[in-house]
């Protein structure tokens, strides 16, 4: 019964481990719960089953049942993870947890012979673990791919099918075989099934160590990228995203503008309403950007009370357009967003052969949102060049253009 108790004792560990760490990960705590709720039933189920099994006796019901609940613990906590704290797929869940327990019972209550005991049981309990891992697998697929590759999702995803696999064999062979065969069956596969119960819960858990620090380093790795505040990429990131699009538009062609956007007196709304309003206001003017832009556009804050955008595969018209409908949409909702009044003064500059460098546009851009300040505030300005001549400036209630400087 040695190897018995030593599969307890793993399983124990890993308890007290996922126990741990979701006290200490209070972002991803649901989730880690579930792991140690799995954990912990699956050791009391080995424990419980333990003695039975070593005797060559039947393992007893009350052991099943909480192996079967620390699976359903399990996968639920892969449904929770991936879901950012909500489950997707609990009435399917609770429905196969639900009729394999109502099966133990019946079988276990009617079925009075020990030997037909043995399979009546037994097949509930293998056809429900195998059911709940092998559903669970396939429905967990399609979101595990959306964040890793292809190997990497199998090698997740392998505990669970391998285990309802396992499962679903156990039932094909209770269903060739008698009561007596049922019990030499198990008598001999005791040890080879601890060790691959070993095996299979080291698996688990290393799969599930590996969602937690892959989440953990993508936080990480954001938080080092985004500005805490407004959300959008910090100075650093949007510095690096800008090279990126310059050196691309260098080798490929398509169009870069950029958008320096500066909020109007933004001294003023932090002296008048306070400097918790000044932050509403950062805020809104990051979502408004954010929701106002195409999905491949980027948004940072440059500093301050400075936004830049970074756009694509534009043109000098298209992207005077777009930063007009932000300019009014932020001058037009910002009541709403954050209880003060935003305008912004926006300096754009597309990128032309003649720039040397990004700090080239970047300066023009610079000199546009200037000499949008300087007009009076609250308007568009496009940076003065041979190819942007014919366009400029769009006041404010008006869509008529000045080049700056003009």
Known sequence: MLIEWIAGVQLLLYAIAWTVAARMVKEERVALGHWAAYAWLQGAGV??????LAA????PVAGLLASLLGFAAAVRGVDV????GRARHDRWGAAVVLAT?????VAALVVDDPVARRRWVGLPYGLGGATLLLSYALLCWPRLREGYGRVTVAVLVAPMALTGLFGVVSVLARGHLDGQDIARLQQASREPNIVVSLVMSGLFNFAYIFLLVGRLVGRLRDSARTDHLTGALNRRAIDATLHQAWHRQRRHGGGLAIA????????????T?????GDRALAWVAQVLGEGTRAYDTVGRWGGEEFVLVMADIGPEDVLRRCERLRRALATGSRDGCGVPITVSI???VCQPTDASVAALLERADRAMYAAKAAGRDRVVLSATTAEAALGVAEPGTGVGAREGA
């Open 81 to 84: 993870f991936l879901g950012h």
């Open 56 to 59: 060559g006796q039947m393992p």
């Open 273 to 277: 309403w306070g400097h918790a309003a």
């Open 260 to 271: 320096l956007l500066d909020i109007d007196h933004f001294k003023r709304i932090n002296d």
């Open 47 to 52: 424990f419980v089953t333990a003695p039975a």
């Open 347 to 349: 300096g754009l500059a």
């Open 101 to 105: 327990v109502l099966a133990l019972a």
